[in-house]
């Protein structure tokens, strides 16, 4: 297990993490509880399948609760003001030009426990974003993704 490693967030990643432990401390266990209290009312709980199932889902809910405060305490958060707007770091936001599709392409370099693609938001882990880190506007990188290698141009480099 990597207990000890930090995990790398943005400010609004880490933000994210506390509300959702919040949400589910204060809403979601209430809620279980009760379907638990209400399952319990039907009587014999050897073959109560509404009972079984909010058993479950409250392991699922202490188990994720236990995951995000382990992710929490491991946190480093970037300070986003001192990201270098002339190279590539985790926590810049990179303008490219996907030269094979000639099409322009924008994404926010995160640590891997905030990574969504469908944001935008790619791992300093991930094949790209590997690629794209400690480089520059004007640079060409070519990457090897599941369909051979992608060629990408940097056009632009903020925070």
Do not use: C, W
């Not at 480093?76 to 270098?84: A, G, L, P, T, Y």
């Not at 994404?107 to 791992?123: L, R």
């Amino acid at each position: 297990m990597e207990q000890k490693n930090e995990i790398l967030l943005t400010q609004e990643g880490y933000d994210k993490l506390e509300e959702e432990v919040e949400l589910l401390k204060t809403v979601r266990r209430k809620e279980v509880a009760e379907r638990i209290k209400v399952a319990i009312s039907f009587g014999d709980l050897s073959e109560n399948a509404e009972y079984d199932e909010a058993k479950n889902e409250q392991a699922q809910v202490e188990e994720r609760i236990m995951k995000l405060e382990n992710m929490i305490r491991r946190a480093v958060i970037i300070d986003e003001s001192q990201i270098d707007v002339n190279v590539v770091t985790i926590g810049s936001i990179v303008k490219v030009n996907d030269v094979e599709f000639d099409e322009e392409v924008e994404y926010t370099i995160v640590g891997s426990a905030e990574a969504d693609p469908y944001d935008g938001k790619i791992s300093n882990e991930s094949p790209v974003g590997k690629a794209l880190l400690g480089r520059t506007v004007g640079d060409e990188v070519d990457v090897q993704v599941p369909d051979g290698t992608a060629k990408f141009k940097i056009l632009e480099i903020r925070r």
